[in-house]
């Protein structure tokens, strides 16, 4: 396994923007995928993001798509999220993961995961 250490969260106002990373121990290998999710108080874990670690290519939820952008560095081991035009139902604990599955969006695909990073969006 890889270990995973997020950061970046904090408390903004609505409107503002975040650059949340995500730094990895160990070599992931081209063909895994890093991915972000985030919890929010009383509710399930849901997907944000994807990035397959070779190629490069991402996909969202739609919720996020074209407000949130994921992107990686290969040779710091990081990878990030921007999240720009931040809501107050964006609150929530983030968290990035590893699946050995390139393009999986099923949390149950990740075997690694990170303790999380806490985003408070105000009014």
């Known amino acids: 396994q890889v270990q995973l250490v997020e950061s970046g969260g904090g408390l903004v106002q609505a409107g503002a923007s975040l650059r949340l990373s995500c730094a990895a121990s160990?070599?992931?290998?081209?063909?895994?995928?890093m991915g972000w999710f985030r919890q929010a108080p009383g509710m399930d874990r849901e997907f944000v993001a994807l990035?397959?670690?070779?190629?490069?290519?991402?996909y969202y939820a739609d919720d996020f798509q074209g407000r949130f952008a994921i992107s990686r560095d290969i040779a710091k081991n990081t990878v990030y999220l921007q999240m720009n035009s931040l809501k107050p139902e964006d609150t929530a604990v983030y968290f990035c993961?590893?699946?050995?599955?390139?393009?999986?969006?099923?949390?149950?695909?990740?075997?690694?995961w990170g303790r999380g990073t806490q985003v408070t969006v105000s009014s």
């Open positions: 160990g070599r992931i290998h081209s063909s895994y995928a």
């Open positions: 993961a590893r699946s050995q599955y390139g393009l999986s969006r099923r949390q149950t695909d990740y075997d690694s």
């Open positions: 990035i397959n670690w070779g190629e490069g290519r991402t």
